[in-house]
Nanobody, 119 residues
């Protein structure tokens, strides 16, 4: 079992920055691929960024060049550095962990942290 706890959300003005953190416990952090997803009101949850166990990253087109995902295996923590924030980045941001397990995939979610970009 893996517990994921997000932090760092809040209210920020357009053009501002925030850094989200996802602290994990309960299992070996380094064996999980990690990701950030977000869900805006009335919209489906979407992938923002993902980082594999090997450190390979991928980003949604809408955040490329503005957001940076990273992980610190020694601290069992993943981060999302967000810069040049836009109102359309407003959403609940969720931390995700996954790994292959047998024929399927083991997946865990955090409870989410609200990010609001507004003047």
């Amino acid at each position: 079992q893996v517990q994921l706890v997000e932090s760092g959300g809040g209210l920020v003005q357009p053009g501002g920055s925030l850094r989200l953190s996802c602290a994990t416990s309960g299992s070996i952090f380094s064996i999980y691929n990690m990701g950030w997803y977000r869900q805006a009101p009335g919209k489906q949850r979407e992938l923002v960024a993902r980082i594999t166990i090997f450190g390979n990253t991928n980003y949604a087109d809408s955040v490329k060049g503005r957001f940076t995902i990273s992980r610190d295996n020694a601290k069992n923590t993943m981060y999302l550095q967000m810069k040049s924030l836009k109102p359309e980045d407003t959403a609940v941001y969720y931390c995700n962990a996954d790994r292959p397990l047998g024929p399927g995939t083991q997946i865990y979610w955090g409870q989410g942290t609200q990010v609001t970009v507004s003047s």
